[in-house]
């Protein structure tokens, strides 16, 4: 039996709804303003009416393009699962708790960063934080721990300044400091939450840009000299790698990276980033410019009380230009447009990849 081809119409704008806390109702008078986000018409324009917070993100598209895309080519006939989806949502019942297990200095060729290691009660995974800057601090590996000496608190990393042989104080009279970063006194960081990519990565696969991402947020945090990547581990968009190399080959066989999910019993995208606001909450950041094309993330940031100043876009290399009309459309090309066309990332197609 054949199927029935589905049509997906790219739209020029996308708008969500979300429910104003009490904090964020204070700061009404900022959050009104338009943001600046990007010099390639990539903007976020967000306003508040009767409580709520009205979104609405512009990938610059114009509006008389019309992109049509079919689950699957028309030469692959392969039965859909009968069963749903997994949820890609939590168990929310048991509140969140994130706790900074250790950190340690991590020299480089262009400078030292902070590696700290996350453990939580959700889940048993290590989630990391590379950070950028002395002032960004865990509350939670700071505070004093019961019966612990001064060689444990050297151990786990909650000592200030930078260690030298032979010492002994994790720093001559400091009792930790709970209070959070004041944004009056230091600008909002740069954040990259970036979920773990083997393929992209480690082996470079050209199927995505992850690993051209972390890169890239690396290096302009670096830059930059204070801000923090948040490292999930939530590798294939949250369907693990296994499935994400069955993934791979259902790509092999004609589908994209969303119909291929769906077909092995996922969502689209199962990633969500309760630990990653709550990795920032430890940090003490409450406002942050954000590395990212994914308006999903930025809802479930901000829905998580994380100010989103500002959205600083990813633009792949390949897309910085045009390509050229003889340019041949490759993998990475179909995944791009897919993230645009079918889960509503903020980036501006090249024009010879629209026809």
């Known amino acids: 039996m054949g199927h029935q081809k589905t049509i997906f119409v790219q739209p020029a704008e996308v708008t969500t709804t979300i429910p104003l806390t009490s904090n964020v109702q204070s700061t009404t008078k900022v959050i009104s303003k338009q943001l600046s986000l990007s010099k390639t018409n990539h903007t976020t324009k967000r306003s508040v009416t009767n409580g709520s917070i009205k979104k609405t993100f512009t990938n610059g598209l114009t509006t008389n393009h019309l992109i049509r895309l079919s689950h699957r080519t028309s030469e692959v006939h392969i039965t859909p699962p009968t069963t749903p989806p997994t949820t890609r949502y939590s168990d929310t019942?048991?509140?969140?708790?994130?706790?900074?297990?250790?950190r340690a200095r991590i020299p480089t060729a262009t400078g030292d960063m902070f590696l700290h290691l996350y453990k939580n009660n959700r889940d048993n995974k290590e989630h990391l934080a590379v950070v950028f800057g002395d002032d960004i601090r865990?509350?939670?590996?700071?505070?004093?721990?019961?019966?612990?000496?001064?060689?444990?608190?050297?151990?786990?990393?909650?000592?200030?300044g930078k260690l030298k042989p032979g010492q002994t104080s994790s720093s001559d009279g400091f009792k930790g400091n709970t209070t959070m970063i004041s944004s009056d006194k230091l600008p909002p960081p740069l954040v990259r939450i970036h979920s773990e990519c083997?393929?992209?990565?480690?082996?470079?696969?050209?199927?995505?840009?992850?690993?051209e991402q972390l890169k890239e947020a690396m290096e302009l945090i670096r830059s930059e000299g204070r801000?923090?990547?948040?490292?999930?581990?939530?590798?294939?968009?949250?369907?693990?790698?296994?499935?994400?190399?069955?993934?791979?080959?259902?790509?092999?066989?004609?589908?994209?990276?969303?119909?291929?999910?769906?077909?092995?019993?996922?969502?689209?995208?199962?990633?969500?980033?309760?630990?990653?606001?709550?990795?920032?909450?430890?940090?003490?950041?409450?406002?942050?410019?954000?590395?990212?094309?994914?308006?999903?993330?930025?809802?479930?940031?901000?829905?998580?009380?994380?100010?989103?100043?500002?959205?600083?876009?990813?633009?792949?290399?390949a897309w910085k230009v045009n390509h050229d009309s003889n340019h041949?459309?490759?993998?990475?090309?179909?995944?791009?447009?897919?993230?645009?066309?079918?889960?509503?990332?903020?980036?501006?197609?090249?024009?010879?990849l629209l026809n």
Request: glycine share 6%.
């Open 93 to 102: 019942k048991i509140p969140l708790v994130v706790e900074c297990q250790v």
């Open 138 to 160: 865990s509350t939670s590996l700071d505070i004093s721990r019961p019966g612990e000496i001064e060689m444990d608190r050297i151990l786990r990393g909650a000592y200030t």
């Open 198 to 211: 083997f393929t992209g990565e480690i082996v470079q696969s050209v199927r995505c840009d992850c690993g």
């Open 227 to 317: 801000g923090v990547v948040i490292y999930l581990r939530q590798e294939g968009r949250g369907i693990g790698l296994a499935d994400k190399l069955r993934a791979y080959n259902l790509q092999d066989l004609g589908y994209d990276t969303v119909s291929a999910n769906v077909f092995l019993h996922h969502p689209p995208d199962l990633r969500t980033y309760d630990i990653a606001n709550q990795i920032l909450a430890d940090l003490r950041l409450s406002n942050i410019r954000l590395l990212t094309n994914n308006p999903d993330k930025i809802e479930q940031v901000e829905n998580g009380g994380i100010k989103v100043v500002e959205r600083v876009p990813m633009v792949p290399l």
């Open 328 to 352: 041949i459309i490759n993998e990475l090309d179909q995944y791009l447009k897919v993230k645009v066309e079918r889960m509503r990332h903020l980036l501006n197609v090249p024009e010879t």
